[in-house]
């Protein structure tokens, strides 16, 4: 993956603890943008996380916008 604005961290929403990509609490992450790319469209991608204090899990998305935008 090429992008460099991924998420990075995110704050559990049931505990409140910071987990981290560094630390290995990103269980999966995936482009959720439409199969049929056109330049200059947002791309989406969805993070799902895993909170090393209460083991819930969750989703967060973050959003790329084409350069010149956003």
Known sequence: M????LAQ?????????????????????WEA??????EGRIRVFIHYWECPQCGERFRTASRIWPKGEG
């Open 2 to 5: 090429s992008v460099k604005a």
């Open 9 to 29: 961290e995110a704050t559990c929403p049931c505990c409140g603890e910071i987990c981290s990509r560094k630390e290995g609490h990103l269980v999966k992450e």
């Open 33 to 38: 943008t439409s199969k049929e790319r056109h």
